[in-house]
């Protein structure tokens, strides 16, 4: 079952009569609808929130609402967020990343403008120009000196997080690159484009070491990670360049807009699982060297076992909305989704 609440929570709750509305959702069933509603304040600045009939608020914190819906035996916990940035960019947030250390954040937007800033205070640091058309995707490398994009224009970019500096740029997709990988400490990267295909760089030379896939078909979002040592990820048909650092072992997801998801040992270039799913697959992730994520347009999350591809160990259906991003978190992951 999941607990939700529609509106704006924070600025409903800032005032008396403000009032956000709930609903809570169980597979096969009506959904429950109901709201919340502050009546006041106590002396300690902590809001008194009522529920209508069907709900119950069980603690109220300034940073927190924990309701339940007794009837179906739910409860979930509302976090305000911690702090909002409301001004690094004018429009919506396409992707985001922190540096290693937890120092400073990069975002790209549909402003079109790419901004490295302090994950502190929101306080913007640089801004990195270069790109033409749209920018998709941002990380940092593991040192968190360096940045790596992909954009519209089909190029892969490394920025200097000190300066703003591009210091290197990847030409060969004939495609926007929709997603990136960094490869242990990062002398290869991949990339992947709407072109269909998957490749693997070097930094150091700025050269394409290979294509390790050509699906025919748009690659929305690339995990690369270390393979359970049961799995055969296959022979590479030629001896790999010694540019290619870190590429044994591992295996590469691909998030198909083909609603396939494969696996593709990064060394070989060979097949090792094609999974099909209900709609295009956004993006997807490790949690483990034997178990992966990954998310639907149709707002499925598939977790899979590698080592047996052929059914699911869990589907999670939270609402119809497309799922954006996961990201393995504690003991489970975190999702986005378009809603």
């Not at 929570?9 to 169980?26: I, T, Y």
């Not at 393979?227 to 590429?247: F, K, M, Q, V, Y």
Request: charged share 20%.
């Amino acid at each position: 079952a999941a607990l939700r609440i529609q509106s704006d929570w924070g600025c409903a709750l800032s005032r008396d009569e403000g009032e956000a509305w709930l609903s809570c959702r169980c597979p096969g069933k009506p959904t429950l609808y109901g709201s919340i509603t502050r009546r006041g304040l106590s002396s300690e600045g902590i809001p008194d929130i009522a529920a209508s009939e069907g709900f119950l608020v069980q603690e109220v914190t300034k940073k927190s609402i924990l309701i339940s819906c007794p009837h179906e035996n739910v409860s979930t916990k509302f976090l305000a967020p911690y702090t909002t940035f409301s001004r690094i960019h004018q429009k919506s947030i396409t992707c985001l990343d922190i540096s290693s250390g937890g120092g400073l954040g990069v975002s790209t937007s549909t402003d079109g403008t790419m901004k490295i800033w302090q994950a502190a205070n929101g306080e913007i640091r640089r801004l990195l120009e270069g790109h033409v058309y749209d920018v998709n995707c941002c990380r940092f490398f593991p040192s968190g000196l360096v940045v790596l994009s992909g954009g519209m224009d089909a190029q892969l970019k490394i920025w200097s997080a000190e300066d703003a500096s591009c210091v290197v740029t990847f030409k060969g997709h004939k495609g926007g690159i929709l997603d990136t990988a960094i490869v242990d400490r990062g002398r290869n990267v991949l990339s992947c484009s709407r072109d269909g295909t998957a490749r693997l760089w070097d930094c150091g030379k700025s050269a394409c070491l290979g294509v390790i896939a050509d699906c025919g078909s748009p690659v929305n979002g690339i995990a690369a990670g270390t393979a359970d040592d049961s799995l055969n990820l296959g022979t590479p048909e030629h001896p790999p360049s010694e540019r290619e650092i870190g590429t044994e072992g591992k295996i590469l997801l691909l998030a198909r807009e083909d609603k396939k998801l494969q696996g593709v040992g990064l060394q070989s270039r060979q097949p090792v699982f094609l999974f099909v799913g209900s709609d295009a697959f956004n993006c997807c992730t490790f949690l483990s060297s034997t178990y992966i994520l990954a998310g639907t347009q149709d707002g499925n999350i598939y977790q899979l076992d590698v080592r047996n591809t052929s059914a699911p160990i869990q589907v999670i259906h939270r609402s119809g909305a497309p799922v954006l991003s996961l990201l393995p978190f504690r003991d489970g992951f975190i999702a986005s989704q378009g809603n």
